[in-house]
């Protein structure tokens, strides 16, 4: 789809990826409707995407709410006529162990980040079978492939997400609805808002888990989806890899993840009280993009990173090994009972024979040539010999020619000039 003069609603853009992307969207032409609960940082972002000559329109929004997520949508087409692209990005998160973290928080979060995605493929998808095309984008998260620790509510939250966009799909390949595309984007840590936002029950304070990437990076990776629909991106080269090495490997990964959850993603050093974030209200203030933690201990969560794909190719390699030997038992140089075992000895097959009598030992022998090893039988050398070595050729006279073709060929000018003296 041309991005240029198509109407594109982004919720959750206040901050952080949805702030990023309605930017983006701007940039490249479309027309942008944002979303969120911040009415400031709401209007500060609106203003920054009519800077780039995109027509813009906030609309303070709850997407737990859904008639609220339907009256978004009818603004959207009242002012500009159509809805083209609508993009799911509003999301909180729960830093907690699970025993301790309040069960009205968790519902709380699984109110916006389920249902709020929920309600924004409801309100989108009667516009886009209405003129049979249009794109819906759901952020969702590396976590959705690769769940982590003290994080399991925003971890199943996402892996719901990546669940609803397939089930989308199947649905609209049944209806025949080819122009509508259920596009999902799995970021891995992205430099945003969210970690100062977050509720926090584990008495230590959250952080970005590098590496970090820019929210620039995923606008771009939703931007090009709108371009050319696909079902599933991932972006960074880590968290690509992470998705890769938990197929292989799962229980590696998931102790590596484990592990730098809890020295990269909660600090040792600050302590930070209980709280619940932004999960009920709106954190006040201005709303931004980033949140200040790109660039974050590159060099160690690489070399991190690259112990643990390590690992779990040791791992891979071990349970193929095992899996080809599992039934298979060991008994060479053992003794049991008195006797020593030895690996049985290989009886070899009677060698089998061609049609010709020859054996294929004979056929695969090295010093003959290709064509006589690989068409036994069949070559110039067995007619010849089938026929006879000293078997005459003959002319179309009939007469005997003993003389090699080249001899014959060279004695053509003689003959010639015989002839005409």
């Not at 920054?48 to 709410?65: K, M, Q």
């Not at 769940?147 to 925003?154: F, N, V």
């Not at 049944?174 to 430099?191: A, N, Q």
Request: hydrophobic share 40%.
């Amino acid at each position: 789809m041309r991005v240029k003069d198509t109407v594109a609603v982004v919720t959750g853009a206040s901050s952080g990826i949805g702030r990023a992307t309605a930017i983006a969207l701007a940039r490249a032409g479309a027309s942008v409707v944002l979303a969120a609960r911040n009415a400031d940082a709401l209007e500060q972002a609106r203003a920054e995407c009519e800077a780039h000559g995109a027509d813009a329109l906030a609309v303070p929004c709850d997407v737990a709410d859904a008639s609220a997520v339907e009256d978004l949508a009818a603004a959207a087409v009242e002012r500009f006529g159509s809805l083209d692209v609508w993009v799911n990005d509003a999301a909180v998160t729960v830093f907690g162990p699970f025993s301790e973290t309040p069960l009205e928080d968790i519902q709380r979060l699984l109110d916006v980040n389920i249902m709020g995605y929920v309600h924004g493929a409801r309100a989108a998808l009667p516009h886009f079978r209405r003129t049979g095309r249009g794109v819906l984008v759901n952020v969702s998260s590396v976590v959705a492939a690769v769940p982590q620790p003290y994080t399991h509510a925003y971890s199943m939250s996402k892996a719901a997400i990546n669940a609803l966009s397939t089930s989308l799909r199947q649905e609209l390949a049944l209806e025949g609805s080819s122009g509508i595309h259920i596009c999902t984007v799995m970021p891995g840590t992205i430099d945003t808002p969210l970690f100062h936002h977050a509720a926090n029950y584990t008495g230590r304070e959250a952080v970005a888990m590098p590496p970090v990437y820019s929210p620039q990076r995923v606008a771009r990776a939703i931007v090009n989806l709108v371009r050319f629909p696909r079902r599933e991106v991932t972006v960074g080269s880590v968290p690509r890899s992470m998705v890769m090495e938990h197929k292989v490997a799962p229980g590696t990964v998931e102790r590596a993840m484990g592990v730098m959850v809890d020295r990269a993603h909660l600090s040792r050093e600050n302590p930070a009280g209980e709280t619940s974030g932004n999960l009920y209200d709106a954190e006040p203030g201005d709303g931004h993009a980033e949140g200040g933690w790109h660039g974050r201990r590159r060099t160690a969560v690489r070399r991190l990173a690259t112990a643990a794909a390590a690992g779990g190719a040791v791992v891979a390699v071990r349970q193929l090994a095992s899996r080809q030997q599992s039934g298979r038992p060991r008994l060479d140089g053992r003794t049991i009972n008195g006797s020593t075992f030895s690996p049985p000895r290989l009886r070899r097959s009677p060698l089998r024979r061609s049609r010709f009598g020859r054996s294929t030992l004979d056929r695969i022998r090295p010093g003959r040539s290709t064509l006589d090893r690989i068409r036994p039988g069949r070559s110039p050398l067995d007619r010849a010999r089938r026929e006879g070595a000293g078997a005459l050729r003959r002319s179309r006279l009939g007469k005997p020619l003993r003389r090699p073709v080249t001899q014959r060929i060279r004695d053509i000018p003689g003959r010639l000039s015989r002839t005409r003296g």
